[in-house]
């Protein structure tokens, strides 16, 4: 009698994308303190993956919780990672550069966990995606990449810029041409941070009630 190999789920297309972005991370962070080229190539090439995992997990019909979550944790580290070399960088921003990180993981940490506890969705629940700003967010993939892009890049010029000012365009730094036009971008997104953790808190909030009014019911 023969059975069906069960799929090695590790082994999908997105998920071994996913590793090589774990992996050119930490090649990067080893390097952060010695040497920018090595790191920035190797930061910059691991963040630009984030766009190719999920087209290959749509293409290959390989999309799974452990591959969404796994690309979660590493756009979070990545980002954590690059904020706390910074921190250690810039003495004098330490403080909104760790606030940074505190509102990004906790923020993110937040939104999915109670994205998971939701389970089945009901017309209780907060849904962002009925704001337009939000829609157009969730659903317009040029927009999202330019947000986490733009995200990036600001985090990554302010690196480059504590080692060289970089290429000279028009007699301006390009690094800082980067990371100026990339502020707002970074502010936005650390502001759609911040809605999605209120809409989680209010979320959370609606779980509680639920489950209290269940346990009341049954103490009757």
């Known amino acids: 009698m023969t059975t069906e190999s069960e799929e090695n789920i590790f082994l999908f297309v997105p998920n071994i994308i996913g590793y090589t972005r774990i992996i050119l991370a930490v090649i990067a962070f080893y ?7 090595i790191a920035s190539v190797c930061y910059v090439v691991s963040a630009l993956l984030d766009a190719f995992d999920g087209h290959a997990a749509r293409y290959f019909n390989q999309g799974t919780k452990f591959g969404a979550m796994l690309d979660q ?19 004098k921003y330490m403080f909104p550069l760790i606030l940074s990180m505190c509102i990004d993981i906790g923020c993110h940490w937040l939104y999915l966990h109670t994205s998971l506890l939701q389970g089945k969705q009901s017309h209780k629940f907060i849904d962002m995606s009925e704001n337009p700003i ?3 967010y969730y659903t317009n993939r040029v927009v999202l990449f330019i ?9 990554a010029a302010l690196y480059l810029l504590y080692f060289t000012p970089g290429p000279i365009v028009l007699g301006l730094s390009l690094f800082k041409i980067i990371l100026y036009l990339s502020a707002p971008i970074m502010l936005i997104k650390t502001g759609i941070s911040l809605l999605h953790c209120v809409v ?21």
């Open 73 to 91: 944790l590493t756009d979070r580290c990545g980002t954590m990672g690059i904020v706390a070399v910074l921190a250690h960088l810039y003495p």
């Open 134 to 136: 939000m829609n157009i």
């Open 147 to 155: 947000m986490c892009a733009g995200n990036e890049a600001f985090f």
């Open 31 to 37: 390097f952060m303190p010695t040497n920018y080229v």
């Open 200 to 220: 989680a808190s209010k979320n959370l909030a609606i779980i509680d009630v639920n489950e209290r009014k269940k346990l009341s019911t049954k103490a009757e």
